[in-house]
């Protein structure tokens, strides 16, 4: 059986290739900096899936990963977790090829963005450089360059949704003339699973998209037509690469590194080069659907709560970015608690609201959290924005508002979280169903006299939010429900 290496496993890319590869009859092998965050996808095969730890910027992880390898996913970026990721994503590249070149590997698969124009943004200008780096390397490698991809919890599909479900009328940037060519998420997987050993591919680049070129302002016009919405939008030539920057950052869920980023892009056409897309097109047997297709398949997910991943569960729509196994072990020393409990009518229950909390179910007080999470957007935290990819279902690793989920386990009946919201201090909180009752602990650790002084200032909102919080979470009773 053929090892397939995969970077970026945890990614949203990455955490739906690994199905697609085990379906093919490879075993994968996933490679993340923090394997805490790794989550095996439901349904795989132990023997089809191993997990190794690697940080491709720490060249003494490398040797974690296995000489017998036939092919690699290259699927790794970073242009949301700091403003200097062109140097991190160079160093990244080059020590994955110095490390697959010592390896058995035939073929390298990178999935680029598209970059036919002479001038190109800082984020398309980086994929670029990864690409040349990758191609010059001793194992043929394969590049596939994709525009805005349309898929459920796809970062680009997220925006689109954002501002179209949020604003009847849009005053928008000039930028939404520029031209690009969408494809759907199920066709940017059939073209990296089926462009895999193809020996016509080898030392190539590939252009792939649908056959639909549209502004941004008919992508969101089409996104609307679907969902049935009337939608006014209005371009205006005032608005700056950072008022609109500032702009995507408030009225949707990405965060301002990220949004920074897709503006430097969009400015820029990424269309398809056609004989390009018609090669890989005739290699692989992949015809792409249409946009209007892509978006109809992405509602019907949405709405059967098939969202296999989300760019918000990956660490880009962290402010930071950090292993979960440093916070893992909550503090004790120098720290603020609160502590209660309440006694749990059913256990399964109980356990439904606990880690059903957040997103759309919302959190009780909900009033009271949705001021703080309009607060923590206005200093640059995340705030409510990012809710949760599963109404039931939660891993480590995973968004949560403006927590990440450290540890989660229904059959031990623990759940901690750890807080992304900006704060002068670190904050967990954490739910344990142990001898009849629920036990809710909340832990602050600040920094300075600064976080003493938060932590004073919003104490007097404990004995609502904490107290309320724990009996609800515990009591069956249909009266006690979010505000």
Not at 9 to 36: L, N, P
Not at 199 to 210: A, L, N, Q, R, V
Not at 313 to 320: E, G
Request: hydrophobic share 40%.
């Amino acid at each position: 059986m053929k090892k397939i290496l995969l970077t970026g496993a945890t990614g949203y890319i990455g955490k739906r290739m690994i199905s697609v590869i085990t379906e093919q009859g490879y075993k994968v092998i996933c490679c993340s900096r923090d394997v805490s965050r790794f989550s095996k996808p439901e349904g795989i095969k132990d023997d089809l899936i191993e997990v190794i730890e690697v940080d491709f910027l720490r060249e003494e992880t490398l040797r974690n990963i296995p000489n017998d390898i036939s092919g690699a996913y290259y699927l790794m970026h970073s242009m949301s977790t700091s403003d200097d990721y062109e140097e991190s994503e160079k160093t990244c590249a080059e020590n994955f090829v110095s490390a697959i070149e010592k390896t058995e590997c035939e073929h390298i698969i990178y999935l680029s963005g598209l970059v036919n124009q002479k001038e190109l943004s800082k984020h398309l200008n980086s994929r670029f450089q990864v690409e040349k780096i990758l191609i010059e390397s001793k194992v043929a490698t394969t590049v596939l360059r994709a525009g805005i991809i349309i898929g459920s919890g796809s970062a680009s599909f997220e925006i689109v949704r954002d501002l179209v479900e949020k604003l009847p009328i849009m005053i928008t940037p000039k930028w939404l003339n520029t031209k690009c060519q969408p494809i759907g998420i199920a066709n940017v997987l059939d073209f990296l699973i089926f462009t895999l050993f193809k020996k016509e591919t080898y030392h190539k680049s590939f252009d792939i998209g649908c056959d639909d070129v549209l502004t941004y302002k008919e992508i969101l016009l089409g996104y609307a037509k679907v969902r049935g919405l009337k939608r006014t939008i209005v371009t205006l030539p005032i608005m700056t690469p950072k008022l609109s920057s500032y702009w995507l950052y408030f009225i949707t869920s990405t965060s301002y590194n990220l949004a920074s980023s897709l503006v430097g892009s969009m400015k820029i056409e990424v269309v398809c080069d056609k004989e390009s897309l018609d090669s890989i097109k005739k290699i692989t047997g992949v015809q792409p659907f249409s946009y209007v297709q892509a978006l109809q398949r992405t509602m019907e997910k949405i709405q059967a709560n098939e969202i296999s991943s989300s760019w918000k569960d990956s660490f880009i729509s962290s402010r930071n970015d950090y292993s979960l196994k440093e916070y893992i072990e909550v503090p004790h020393f120098g720290c603020f608690k609160d502590i209660r409990s309440y006694k749990y009518d059913d256990r399964e229950d109980c356990l439904n609201r606990v880690f059903g909390l957040g997103g759309k179910n919302g959190w009780y007080g909900q009033s009271l959290w949705k001021i703080r999470g309009f607060l923590d957007v206005f200093v640059g935290g995340p705030g409510l924005r990012r809710g949760r990819t599963h109404p039931t279902k939660l891993h480590e690793g995973d968004a949560l508002d403006f927590w990440r989920v450290l540890y989660a386990n229904r059959e031990e009946g623990k759940l901690i979280l750890f807080a992304e919201m900006k704060l002068p201090g670190e904050a967990w909180l954490m739910f344990k169903l142990y001898r009849g009752k629920l036990w809710q602990k909340a832990v602050f650790r600040p920094k300075g006299l600064l976080g003493r002084l938060y932590w004073y200032s919003v104490f007097p909102f404990h004995g609502v939010i904490f107290k309320g919080m724990v009996k609800q979470l515990a009591s069956s009773e249909k009266s006690r429900v979010l505000d």
